[in-house]
């Protein structure tokens, strides 16, 4: 269980043999994609928002910022999250698994949000080891919160610009940040 909780956050195309190698990869892993597919549209409505997440993109917003949520999700799951979180109106796009052809620690994500957002002028948020190099392969700093089961240390270990407890203390100290 350790193995897989240090992979959360990686994409599934690369999480199989992450985990359990490439073996298992090459027999099972569509079949254990699927699986947790499935599993998780179960969970799905169980999920809750992390607070200050909407708050967050309503200051960048109003700082001029551009907002695009880089997800490599599929299409229902990130329909169900944005109108969870309640930024369809605020944010500026979004990406899904159909604008990426590898996931993270790949930049793939990274740079389709760049292109959606029109510039390469821009700082990543996120909570886990391969949001922080996802991000620095498409050259982009991170600032994260520690929401994703990674301590402090290890995400400045991989390099993050910034480290916050939670998405409230980021946006009460975003001018501290690479978002300002």
């Not at 997800?71 to 799951?77: A, C, H, Q, V």
């Not at 510039?119 to 982009?140: F, I, K, Q």
Request: charged letters at 35%.
């Amino acid at each position: 269980m350790w193995r897989v909780h240090r992979h959360i956050g990686m994409g599934g195309d690369q999480l199989v043999a992450a985990v359990a190698g490439d073996e298992v990869e090459e027999r099972l892993g569509d079949d254990l994609r699927e699986a947790s597919r499935v599993e998780f549209r179960r969970l799905r409505d169980e999920c809750e928002p992390l607070e200050g997440a909407h708050a967050l993109c309503v200051e960048l917003k109003r700082r001029g910022r551009v907002v695009v949520l880089a997800s490599s999700s599929n299409e229902d799951d990130l329909d169900h999250f944005l109108d969870l979180l309640q930024v369809r109106g605020v944010v500026d796009g979004w990406t899904t698994a159909d604008d990426v052809e590898r996931t993270k620690p790949h930049p793939d994500v990274i740079e389709a949000a760049l292109a959606k957002a029109g510039t390469r002028e821009a700082a990543m948020v996120g909570d886990s080891r391969w949001d922080v190099e996802a991000a620095a392969n498409a050259g982009l700093e991170t600032v994260c919160v520690i929401t994703g089961g990674w301590s402090e240390q290890e995400l400045r270990d991989a390099g993050a610009a910034c480290v916050y407890d939670s998405l409230v203390t980021l946006r009460e100290r975003l001018d501290d940040t690479p978002l300002r």
